[in-house]
């Protein structure tokens, strides 16, 4: 155990000094492996352990989040449908070619173990295009969107061959999984019940890895039922809650997964090699994405966006390395060999994906010619007609600040919100409100919208980071008139006023007031302001 917490401890340092250098935590605990494995150190049975627990939470938790319907868009299963075919023929033609000529470690290769390296190197890391898409506070931005969508496409294909790899014949029991179905408003019930502490979260990690158990003792793979599990629940109001209350726990735990790659076997200079050559294919992944994007109809620069967010090598490439090492099918040499090669993928993705706007603006006159005429709906030009107050965020927040200022100003009022259910039902209770993000940039350039005619915009989102991106969008694009936002804390209003922001409003301390005020007016009229 003294060596568990050291080997904790120095993935810590490790991975804190890649943060500070603007890299994911993760190659950190890559680089502390590594180096533990070169002091001597080895394979810990917790650390095993640790390892087992975090990749079944992250298929749990991606299953939280899979809803079927978000997936049917063309620009995601088709673009992920054929970029992963397209991405695993032509890196197995190049493996075959650096066989062809000489280089080590790629010649002699069986077809099975140039499409199973293939394979690893076709996924994007999802844990990378999450941190790039907070950081720009565009994760409910139309490329955002899209390419978490690809993203989860390609983890069930991982997910498909993990359950594949398991090699186990499910006993005559696995049947009896079905009866999982009907259990189904037992499950909603037991949520519900657990209310938003320390109960949910055991709740979520009893389901998890109880679930895997479960499905193990049936010879199925137990990771393919947390993902079955997950997803029975990702319908519930409360699933995307759950999974954010399990999201440290899930990364925690996946530090074991990092440092077992690293104390996996040696790094040496054949594998460094070997890694550089491999990424030689991701401007082609990035490419591709471009090419496919733009095919479907969406802008260039959302094509653009969406494309460096996808351009890298991904942890799940680890995991289906790993597991094809831990058959036999993969020489553990080639395990290190991807590690060094995510790593690398996201030490040049990083500063590609900050410097992304100034590439699409130096590069856009030729990134243009690959639109086609057609857009989807979600990039076409918007009219939003006569319209002097704009309130970003219908949720309750915004809701209530729209119900007040219609009541003030008629129909002038317009609500803008990301979610397509929330602007369908806000619809038909008779509001105005249009599908949209205050977070896309390219919303700004769709909308038909005379600023002039503008006097007050309404920041309501319920991340404190959009609505200080929204501001700085609304800066970009000309706005002189009036902004408010809403904050929880008293940092985030200093950092909303430098943005531009005339009046903020922290929402605990207004809901006090808020409520005071109520019961004044209801309780003791005499004391009340109206």
């Known amino acids: 155990m003294q060596l568990d917490i050291i080997v904790i401890g120095i993935a810590y340092a490790l991975g804190l000094l890649a943060?500070?250098?603007?890299?994911?935590?993760?190659?950190?605990?890559?680089?502390?492996g590594f180096g533990l494995y070169a002091s001597?150190?080895?394979?810990?049975?917790?650390?095993?352990?640790?390892?087992?627990?975090g990749v079944t939470l992250l298929l749990f938790s991606i299953g939280l989040k899979l809803r079927l319907r978000s997936l049917l868009m063309p620009q995601i299963w088709a673009v992920a449908s054929l970029h992963m075919l397209a991405t695993v023929v032509v890196t197995a033609m190049f493996i075959v070619v650096?066989?062809?000529?000489?280089?080590?470690?790629?010649?002699?290769?069986?077809?099975?173990?140039?499409?199973?390296?293939?394979?690893?190197?076709?996924?994007?890391?999802?844990?990378?295009?999450?941190?790039?898409?907070?950081?720009?506070?565009?994760?409910?931005?139309?490329?955002?969107?899209?390419?978490?969508?690809?993203?989860?496409?390609?983890?069930?294909?991982?997910?498909?061959?993990?359950?594949?790899?398991?090699?186990?014949?499910?006993?005559?029991?696995?049947?009896?999984?079905?009866?999982?179905?009907?259990?189904?408003?037992?499950?909603?019930?037991?949520?519900?019940?657990?209310?938003?502490?320390?109960?949910?979260?055991?709740?979520?990690?009893?389901?998890?890895?109880?679930?895997?158990?479960?499905?193990?003792l049936?010879?199925?793979?137990?990771?393919?039922?947390?993902?079955?599990?997950?997803?029975?629940?990702?319908?519930?109001?409360?699933?995307a809650e759950l999974a954010h209350q399990l999201l440290g726990f899930k990364d925690l735990f996946l530090v074991g997964f990092f440092l077992s790659i690293g104390l996996s076997g040696p790094l040496s200079w054949d594998a460094v090699v070997i890694a550089m050559l491999l990424l030689l294919l991701v401007p082609f992944k990035a490419l591709l994405f471009f090419v496919l994007f733009s095919k479907f109809h969406l802008r260039a620069r959302t094509s653009l966006l969406g494309s460096l967010s996808l351009a890298n090598y991904s942890e799940f490439g680890l995991i289906v390395a790993a597991v094809s090492v831990s058959n036999g099918w993969l020489g553990n040499e080639w395990l290190i060999i991807i590690a060094i090669a995510l790593s690398l993928s996201f030490i040049v993705a990083a500063p590609l994906n900050s410097a992304s706007y100034?590439?699409?603006?130096?590069?856009?006159?030729?990134?243009?010619?690959?639109?086609t005429s057609q857009h989807v709906a979600e990039e076409e030009d918007i009219n939003p007609g006569d319209t002097r107050v704009i309130i970003f965020g219908m949720g309750r927040v915004g809701s209530g600040a729209y119900d007040a200022m219609r009541q003030r100003m008629g129909e002038q009022v317009l609500g803008v919100d990301y979610d397509e259910d929330t602007v369908k039902k806000l619809k038909a209770s008779n509001r105005h409100v249009i599908h949209g993000s205050a977070t896309d940039p390219d919303f700004w350039n769709r909308m038909n919208l005379d600023f002039d005619s503008v006097s007050l915009i309404f920041l309501a989102m319920p991340n404190a980071r959009e609505n200080l991106y929204a501001a700085r969008q609304l800066k970009d694009a000309g706005y002189a008139g009036k902004v408010a936002a809403v904050a929880k804390y008293a940092?985030?209003?200093?950092?909303?006023?430098?943005?531009?922001?005339?009046?903020?409003?922290?929402?605990?301390?207004?809901?006090?007031?808020?409520?005071?005020?109520?019961?004044c007016h209801e309780l003791l009229p005499e004391f009340s302001n109206e």
């Open 218 to 239: 049936v010879s199925v793979k137990g990771d393919l039922g947390a993902l079955i599990l997950g997803v029975m629940l990702a319908r519930h109001a409360r699933a």
């Open 40 to 53: 001597g150190s080895h394979m810990t049975p917790t650390l095993a352990e640790f390892s087992e627990i």
């Open 358 to 371: 100034r590439l699409y603006k130096y590069m856009r006159t030729r990134l243009i010619q690959f639109e």
């Open 98 to 216: 650096m066989g062809v000529v000489g280089v080590s470690l790629f010649t002699g290769l069986d077809p099975a173990v140039v499409a199973l390296v293939a394979f690893a190197l076709s996924f994007s890391s999802t844990v990378f295009a999450v941190k790039v898409l907070e950081e720009k506070g565009e994760m409910n931005s139309l490329y955002g969107r899209i390419s978490i969508g690809i993203l989860i496409m390609q983890d069930i294909a991982a997910v498909v061959f993990l359950a594949v790899s398991a090699g186990k014949i499910p006993s005559v029991w696995a049947l009896s999984l079905l009866l999982l179905i009907p259990l189904r408003p037992l499950l909603y019930r037991l949520l519900e019940r657990s209310g938003r502490g320390e109960l949910q979260i055991l709740f979520g990690l009893t389901l998890a890895l109880g679930g895997a158990q479960l499905f193990e």
């Open 19 to 32: 943060r500070a250098v603007g890299l994911p935590p993760l190659i950190g605990y890559l680089v502390a």
């Open 491 to 519: 940092d985030e209003i200093e950092a909303l006023k430098r943005a531009g922001v005339h009046a903020a409003f922290n929402l605990y301390a207004e809901a006090g007031a808020g409520f005071a005020e109520h019961v």
